[in-house]
């Protein structure tokens, strides 16, 4: 089955008491049971309920995964796969990472023993020299957030079997359209199902796309117990929002690379991180491992100034001033205040995340109006 019919088909079953084809909200926190310990796989609605089992279904199918859980938010889920480290175990991730990320692995799990590395990706051959005895898990964001870059996971699959670790990929930048980590040797994909999977900014949620049987019943039990589980009503429109997933990345992948090309020629441009350009690091493992660029793009300023940012940030039109991305709508952001807040300047600063560093969610507009918002911020500066 290919992926559009996926999207809107998988883990999808009519109604069997009325027929609906939409997959019903079951608005319940309880199930009857037949007797004391005998029910029909429902019990109690942070375990199950039906209309999160027809998602995960969905989402399994769309990951090429055997199992999958969703969680009350992205961090939830990423709480929950960081629950499979215990005391003295150590974590090598990326050096460019979601800072929400960064700070729940430094001020909330670091103090329970854990030990976290942030390290250049970017050559899988180099992270060897990072691990040691006590390295349980890699942790992988390819595009990662907010410089796009490129991380080959194939790569990283062949040095975490060699190494016995765990790999863990972040796809939420590029979804499940453009990239299945699962199929190139990830052994867990973990989702911010708020962004592109919703993809319409009324939701949040996340979720864990694995093939392994052990590692599916640690987190479930992690799932059910910890009880970051989401609603049915969320459920319902992840669900909704999935079916038309393919068709909103092919729109998202068009505007992108038309408004990377458009910055990259921009004479107030200093960078453009993209990784569509054959010049982009790492831009042939991109090719090989993304089915297309996506429509996530940052950019700094000649002299970088921040108050130019800040200017460019509050003078869009189209583009909304607001966190968060893959919605239809495009958003603008100031990273260094606003989603990377929480990571030091000086280790912002090493990895190339300068204060008029700017990042897009670039939406389903029509893209002459979302170049023509560009230009007028950009001579607002």
Request: with cysteine.
């Amino acid at each position: 089955m290919k992926f559009g019919t996926k999207a809107i088909h998988a883990g999808q079953e009519p109604d069997p008491s009325t027929g609906a084809i939409m997959t019903p909200i079951y608005q319940t926190s309880t199930y009857v049971q037949e007797s004391p310990g005998k029910n029909k796989g429902y019990a109690y609605a942070r375990g199950k309920n039906p209309t999160r089992t027809a998602l995960e279904k969905n989402l399994a199918a769309l990951e090429n995964a055997k199992h999958a859980l969703c969680f009350s938010s992205g961090m939830g889920a990423s709480d929950a796969i960081i629950k499979l480290l215990k005391p003295g175990d150590e974590m090598i991730a990326s050096d460019d990472l979601y800072g929400g990320s960064y700070r729940m692995f430094v001020r909330v799990f670091a103090q329970y023993g854990i030990k976290f590395h942030f390290v250049d990706m970017s050559n899988a051959a180099d992270i060897q020299k990072h691990i040691n005895s006590n390295t349980k898990m890699l942790w992988v964001e390819t595009p990662s957030n907010p410089l796009m870059k490129i991380i080959d996971i194939n790569a990283c699959s062949a040095l975490a079997k060699k190494n016995n670790l765990i790999l863990v990929t972040d796809n939420t930048f590029a979804s499940p359209y453009l990239q299945n980590p699962l199929d190139l040797g990830a052994d867990i994909v973990m989702h911010s199902v708020t962004k592109y999977l919703g993809g319409h900014s009324d939701v949040v949620m996340g979720a864990i796309c694995t093939n392994s049987d052990e590692l599916y019943e640690k987190l479930a039990f992690i799932h059910n117990s910890c009880g970051a589980t989401p609603g049915p009503m969320d459920s319902f429109l992840v669900l909704r929002g999935i079916k038309t997933l393919h068709v909103r990345m092919e729109r998202h992948c068009e505007n992108g690379k038309a408004i990377a090309h458009y910055l990259k020629k921009h004479p107030v441009i200093d960078k453009v991180y993209w990784p569509g350009f054959e010049d982009f690091p790492n831009h042939a493992i991109a090719k090989s491992q993304m089915k297309d660029f996506g429509g996530m793009i940052s950019f700094t300023l000649k002299g970088d100034s921040i108050d130019q940012a800040f200017k460019i940030a509050s003078s869009t039109e189209v583009f909304s001033l607001a966190e968060s991305l893959g919605g239809v709508e495009s958003l603008i952001g100031h990273p260094a205040s606003m989603t990377h807040a929480s990571i030091p300047k000086e280790e912002r600063m090493k990895v190339g995340l300068l204060d008029s560093l700017l990042r897009l969610s670039v939406g389903i507009e029509d893209i002459d109006d979302l170049i023509q918002d560009l230009e007028q911020a950009l001579k607002a500066r």
